[in-house]
């Protein structure tokens, strides 16, 4: 009994420094970051820092985090106001073989360095929509592109 008991402890401390490596492996320091926004098209931006610190200094381009939303294919960001806060929402999102999903380490201050680093067309994402209305469902007010000089709105 002891000697199961003992292998059991064990077995777990060895298995230890793989789930860890597991965690660490998808929070992403600003030279991976920089690295991988310079080779991806597209991404999606998540804040999920405390509503004062996106009031007061908001990211642009970026969606609020909630924990019941679409999450897109491709790249996935997080960005929060701990490291801890953001590897927990990554591990929450479910795993796709088309999903990567990131914590960003350093938050909104790693991410600001990040895009002011890289050029501006490969800093910000191809399109972002503006919700008709933020407690309305339906189809986007406007609809804004990097590729077109002007946007006229979309009508009803």
């Not at 059991?8 to 597991?22: D, E, H, K, N, Q």
């Not at 509503?51 to 609020?64: D, L, N, V, Y």
């Not at 990567?100 to 050029?119: D, E, I, M």
Request: glycine share 6%; hydrophobic share 45%; net charge positive.
């Amino acid at each position: 009994m002891k000697k199961k008991v003992l292998i059991g402890l064990c077995s777990a401390f060895l298995l230890l420094p793989s789930v860890c490596a597991a965690g660490n492996a998808l929070l992403m320091g600003f030279d991976e970051l920089t690295a991988k926004i310079r080779q991806a098209t597209e991404y999606q931006l998540l804040d999920a820092r405390s509503a004062g610190a996106q009031r007061g200094a908001p990211i642009a381009f970026s969606t609020k985090y909630r924990k019941v939303m679409p999450i897109k294919k491709g790249l996935v960001l997080i960005v929060a106001d701990t490291d801890a806060a953001a590897l927990e929402i990554a591990q929450s999102i479910p795993g796709a073989a088309d999903r990567n999903v990131f914590a960003v380490q350093g938050g909104a201050k790693t991410w600001q360095r990040v895009v002011s680093s890289t050029s501006s067309a490969s800093a910000m994402p191809d399109s972002f929509v503006i919700p008709m209305n933020t407690c309305e469902q339906g189809k986007p007010l406007q609809e804004l592109k990097r590729n077109k000089l002007q946007q006229e709105p979309k009508s009803n």
